[in-house]
């Protein structure tokens, strides 16, 4: 397979160059696994802007329990991360720590929370993946921030990766409306992950797919690269995010 065409090289690209798109809210650009569910209950999903208008480049790792309670791991304070948006979906605080991203092969990466997660994430193409990376690169630039077509769009992509209810517009559970980018999409193949000294198990669908107001976590792994638009902020509307926890 073309070395140009693995994920690593895109994300690399992407990292390398990092490149918000056009507007006056709160944007970001950047590499994730979208979401992954484990048989077990567990859910993991991984952001890694290296730009964003509301935060410097920074990486969270979210994780939620088989009760449905949410932690926000980040390298940077929650008004600097993704509980600017998501706070509120739990009580746990925001945490504030090292998080590492090491790629192992050009299809296989891990990531580390020292003394707390190491996680592993085998990803592939698919004919799905492929085909929702050649609509997008198809697309007007206009069309991501149209919502009837994010609509259209979060619909086929639900229905072609098996993944459920697919949002790729709404409102996030702190109130600012979000429009979500996926640009390059490939499946999750296999994974493993170790939290707290527990392994999660296998990665397979939950019983019922977790919803964070609006944003439905996939129900199956998906790994992207994307844009996305947040709201501007506005404390007469909107929940800011909590306290920050810190380790290591």
């Not at 048989?39 to 088989?66: K, M, N």
């Amino acid at each position: 397979m073309n070395k140009t065409h693995t994920p690593h090289d895109a994300v690399k690209a992407v990292l390398d160059n990092p490149v918000l798109p056009d507007g006056d809210d709160e944007r970001f650009a950047g590499f994730g696994v979208m979401g992954l569910p484990f048989e077990s209950g567990h859910y993991l999903a991984l952001r890694q802007f290296p730009t964003a208008s509301f935060a410097p480049a920074y990486l969270s790792v979210w994780h939620r329990d088989p009760a449905g309670n949410w932690t926000f791991y980040a390298t940077t304070p929650a008004e600097q991360s993704c509980a600017r948006y998501f706070s509120s979906a739990t009580d746990n605080d925001a945490v504030q720590c090292d998080i590492e991203i090491d790629w192992i092969t050009p299809w296989w990466f891990r990531v580390t929370i020292p003394g707390l997660l190491a996680w592993s994430v085998h990803m592939k193409s698919t004919f799905a993946s492929r085909m929702l990376t050649r609509i997008a690169g198809r697309l007007p630039e206009s069309a991501w921030t149209n919502r009837s077509m994010l609509g259209v769009i979060g619909r086929t992509a639900g229905l072609t990766l098996g993944a459920g209810d697919i949002r790729l517009s709404g409102a996030a559970p702190n109130g600012q409306h979000f429009m979500v980018a996926p640009r390059k999409v490939w499946a999750v193949s296999a994974s493993r992950a170790v939290l707290r000294g527990q392994d999660l198990g296998p990665i397979g669908r939950l019983a019922e797919q977790a919803k964070l107001a609006d944003f439905r976590p996939p129900q199956s792994g998906i790994c992207v690269i994307g844009t996305g638009h947040f709201e501007n902020f506005d404390e007469s509307a909107h929940i800011r995010a909590g306290d920050t926890a810190l380790i290591g």
